[in-house]
């Protein structure tokens, strides 16, 4: 099961380069059977930019920049420019992706240029070369990169030699393991009032506030005390407001939350009341729930809402609609400014890791899942009715368990519902997703595996 300290600072690959080139192919091909962060929860958006992948046991987080198509040339090479800078910000690695067949164009030359003077670690793509061999690839080398892999996107060739390169240049990186500490991640949209929140935590200004355009790539960990209890706000660096170019493709900015999500133990996730649950607030809670991350949904500028009698219940039950995937998460409504409910933000925290890290004796899954039975039938199909042997947990944070069954076809989704809505009753599991496995048992197999027992 899982224990703090099993954390694991995932590296961030861009893939960068102009239109036309095959960035999008590459993205899905690097990413492979693996979702993109939003996919498959209902209201969350299909849109495929930060996919997650891993090569040769090396996990990482990867961004397409692709997608701008606009008619102004000039316009044109801005906006690419701009896209360009975005991935440099945030990106360990970069994968610039170039047409094989066209050769080094203009516009390939001024990303180039954008890549060479931030110091990234740079390879480049030479993609759409899965017919074509010799010497062609030296051109590339002008551009001012060592390495230059010859890929085909569409048809997989050589994409296994750039993961290689890739792993390589990717940081070595170490996340200090505060033992005993909460670690918590506070994310949300660009200007929600984050470092606000993290500032009234800290009881100072530690967290700075800046408008000049760009931030550290630094993340930077705050440990503190509150109540005796330790904690540690994860990656305070990228609270940073990040300018003008962040703000009018605030999009990208996401990727610092998919970051401090994937370190943290509960994740405090900050919503603007004024302006409601958006898009990019529906992907990272996607991302969170789909990590199995202990999540609070925080309505932020309370004291700016004006409250008639029924305000508080009202707006609850509209976060909860819009974020229904994430039904089991509380939500709790805060003023980041003047400190209001701050001091039960921290005691919902310190709530939720410890549910989310209960381990419960078999015998009580047991007896829960037989009064549930008893309360309601299981399905059936085909005159074939479902049995559920025997349950046993099988991890936390999310919890998991395992159910025996004759048939684990027969589980249909609304009774595999009603069981966790029992298990969370009994146990609680306030935050956490419930993550239910089945496995196929012979009846006389549960039972000698019970007698062991």
Wanted: glycine share 8%.
């Amino acid at each position: 099961m899982a224990t703090r300290g099993d954390h694991m600072h995932k590296g961030v690959v861009a893939i960068v380069g102009r239109p036309n080139v095959g960035k999008s192919t590459l993205f899905n091909r690097l990413c492979g059977s693996r979702k993109a962060i939003v996919e498959d929860y209902p209201g969350v958006t299909r849109d495929r930019i930060y996919g997650e992948t891993e090569w040769n046991g090396v996990p990482f987080t990867i961004i397409d920049t692709g997608g701008i198509v606009l008619n102004d040339e000039n316009l044109f090479v801005k906006e690419t420019r701009m896209q360009a800078e975005i991935a440099v910000e945030e990106a360990d690695v970069i994968i610039f992706v170039v047409d094989g067949r066209e050769g080094v164009t203009a516009l390939d030359r001024d990303i180039a240029q954008i890549l060479r003077v931030k110091g990234k670690q740079v390879v480049i793509a030479a993609n759409k070369l899965e017919n074509i061999t010799g010497t062609e690839l030296w051109d590339f080398y002008s551009l001012g990169f060592e390495e230059v892999i010859r890929v085909s996107a569409e048809h997989g060739t050589g994409t296994g030699d750039l993961l290689d390169e890739v792993v390589k240049l990717l940081p070595e990186t170490s996340t200090p393991d505060y033992t005993e500490a909460i670690k918590v991640a506070v994310v949300g949209r660009p200007n929600v009032g984050k470092s606000s929140l993290v500032n009234n935590l800290l009881g100072e200004q530690r967290v700075i506030v800046s408008d000049i355009p760009g931030t550290t790539r630094d993340a930077v960990d705050v440990p503190f005390i509150y109540n005796e209890q330790e904690y540690v706000l994860i990656d305070t660096a990228g609270l940073r407001k990040k300018g003008r170019i962040w703000e009018s493709v605030e999009r990208y900015s996401v990727i610092r939350s998919l970051r401090a999500i994937d370190e943290a133990d509960v994740v405090v996730h900050l919503l603007d009341l004024l302006e409601g649950v958006t898009e990019q607030d529906t992907r990272i809670a996607g991302y969170a729930h789909e990590q199995g991350k202990a999540i609070i949904f925080a309505g932020n500028k309370w004291d700016l809402i004006p409250k008639e009698t029924g305000t508080f219940e009202k707006t609850i039950a509209e976060i909860e609609s819009k974020l229904a995937f994430a039904n089991y998460a509380p939500v709790t409504l805060i003023s980041a400014i003047t400190g209001q409910r701050i001091s039960e933000l921290l005691e919902l925290i310190v709530e939720l890791d410890r549910q989310a890290e209960l381990e419960v004796p078999t015998s009580r899954i047991n007896e829960t899942i037989r009064d549930a039975i008893r309360m309601q039938e299981p399905p059936s199909d085909k005159g074939e009715r479902l049995r559920i042997y025997y349950a046993v947990q099988t991890g936390t944070k999310p919890p998991r368990f395992t159910l025996f069954v004759n048939n684990p076809k027969l589980m249909h989704f609304s009774y595999a519902r009603y069981i966790e809505n029992r298990l969370r009753e009994a146990f609680g599991f306030l935050g956490s997703r419930i993550i239910l496995n089945y496995k196929s048992r012979s009846e006389s197999d549960v039972y000698q595996r019970r007698g062991k027992e």
